[in-house]
């Protein structure tokens, strides 16, 4: 898996971008790790750029580019929104025979979690605690050729069925340029940046 989703954090990308060897622009391998909790551990040399020839001389390409939004900056602008947080605070409001599974509110995780005897999801907290329900969706941007573009987004669902996947209420959390569809070994890579910058929330 060569591509700079590798080198995700900003320094590293200009890094392997601005490599040189003696003195001339060069492509810097990256280690990459197959698997790194199995004691069979393989390591494979990734070249994650091309060095193309231009008007200007040589310059370094990305094999392919991983645009990521900023979480905080959508989650900011989506609080302040008028309504926002009272929508949060209809957090489980809608009450449903016990008997059938209606919607995440009825979930054991919704109502016990984090299962030590307080509960994360309770009515003073419902505009802070967000709990998110992460998607994948392929589609082809294009007309009369095979192209998967993928995009990987979430929905607040603290918010009511009504309103949880209404365009205004989701954000974006990456875009796979494809062609292909990624495979879930490939997709892991894609989601280690997100989880990262969902921790620092």
Same mark, same amino acid.
């Given at each position: ?10 320094? *590293? ?9 003696? *003195? ?178």
């Amino acid at each position: 898996m060569a591509v700079c989703i590798s080198c995700y954090k900003l320094y *590293n990308f200009k890094i392997v971008c601005n490599f040189k060897k003696d *003195n001339k622009l060069a492509i810097m391998c990256y280690c990459y790790e197959k698997f790194s909790n199995n004691s069979n551990k393989n390591r494979y040399n990734n070249e994650p750029i091309i060095l193309k020839k231009n008007k200007n001389g040589v310059v370094a390409i990305p094999k392919m580019l991983y645009p990521k939004p900023n979480i905080k900056q959508q989650l900011y602008i989506m609080y302040q929104r008028p309504n926002f947080e009272k929508m949060l605070a209809l957090s489980g409001t809608r009450n449903y025979d016990n008997n059938y599974y209606a919607d995440i509110y009825n979930g054991n995780i919704w109502k016990n979690f984090p299962f030590d005897g307080s509960r994360f999801f309770d009515k003073k907290n419902t505009t802070s605690n967000l709990e998110l329900l992460l998607n994948l969706d392929w589609f082809q941007p294009f007309k009369y050729t095979q192209h998967s573009t993928g995009a990987i987004y979430a929905s607040i669902c603290n918010f009511p069925q009504v309103e949880r996947n209404k365009p205004e209420n989701i954000f974006y959390l990456g875009f796979l340029s494809g062609p292909k569809k990624a495979s879930l070994e490939q997709f892991n890579h894609y989601l280690a940046p997100i989880v990262d910058k969902l921790k620092d929330l």
